[in-house]
């Protein structure tokens, strides 16, 4: 991560989880903005009183998105096009690749396997 990036935004950003850990690299290199989203906006929002504790003069935004459902996804993006900043430079998505995989293709390939035999 160079300090030159303007716009960086992390995907699944919670206070229990490897996102909230992960915003403070970027943070510390002082982006122009620092997109946070999450499902639980409390979650995302006591990231950003921590990264804003260690690093005040790096700007920050919330937006709830919870990438389980299709229609939750559709309004941050066009919040972010709304966005004056040019680019996105840096996008970290770190939301639940594991329970998308396990719900929507390893279990129905579970279920079909064990039940085959019956």
């Known amino acids: 991560m160079t300090s030159d990036s303007e716009f960086v935004l992390i995907v699944g950003v919670g206070t229990k989880q490897v996102g909230a850990r992960l915003a403070q ?22 990231v950003t009183e921590l990264i804003r504790k260690t ?7 919330i937006i709830k998105l919870d990438v389980a459902s299709f229609e939750s996804v559709w309004s941050p993006v066009v ?5 004056t900043e040019q680019n996105i430079d840096i996008l970290i998505g770190v939301d639940g690749f594991g ?3 396990a719900t929507s293709y ?3 390939f579970l279920l079909t396997i064990l039940i085959t035999d019956k």
């Open 25 to 46: 690299t970027p943070a510390a290199h002082g982006p122009n903005l620092l997109v946070l989203t999450g499902r639980f906006t409390n979650d995302v929002e006591s």
């Open 55 to 61: 690093y005040p003069n790096v700007h920050i935004r």
């Open 79 to 83: 919040e972010v096009d709304s966005y």
């Open 99 to 101: 329970v998308h995989l």
């Open 106 to 108: 390893l279990g129905s």
